[in-house]
């Protein structure tokens, strides 16, 4: 399984971004896929994830309400969309897959390579 995540850029503090999660190789279905980032000089964190059916996702405080977690198994995409960025929201951010549920950083099999987000004026 290999991911690609797309959408990153630079956006104006209020201003959203979709970030997409782009797999090849085996299908989606079986892997819950979580978003997670890493700014500068800090650790990388877990931004939000969702389960292999969609039916579970979950929230990193600083995000709930903010951005929107989905996935569409048939076009072997998971997205995020964010929505009210703040300067803080600037990272790298990561898409991982690991099998069926949700789980700690350490058991994420396969890792895209990141895509830079930055949220400035």
């Known amino acids: 399984l290999q991911l690609v995540e797309l959408g990153g850029g630079l956006v104006q503090p209020g201003g959203s971004l979709k970030l997409s999660c782009k797999a090849s190789g085996p299908t989606l279905d079986y892997y819950a896929i979580a978003w997670f980032r890493q700014a500068p000089g800090k650790q990388r964190e877990e931004v939000s994830c969702i389960s292999s059916g969609g039916d579970t996702a979950n929230y990193a405080d600083s995000v709930k309400g903010r951005f929107t977690v989905s996935r569409d198994n048939a076009k072997r995409t998971a997205y995020l969309q964010m929505n009210s960025l703040k300067p803080e929201d600037t990272a790298v951010y990561y898409c991982?897959?690991?099998?069926?549920?949700?789980?700690?950083?350490?058991?994420?099999?396969?890792w895209g390579q990141g895509t830079q987000v930055t949220v400035s004026s």
């Open positions: 991982a897959a690991t099998y069926y549920y949700c789980k700690a950083q350490n058991e994420y099999n396969y």
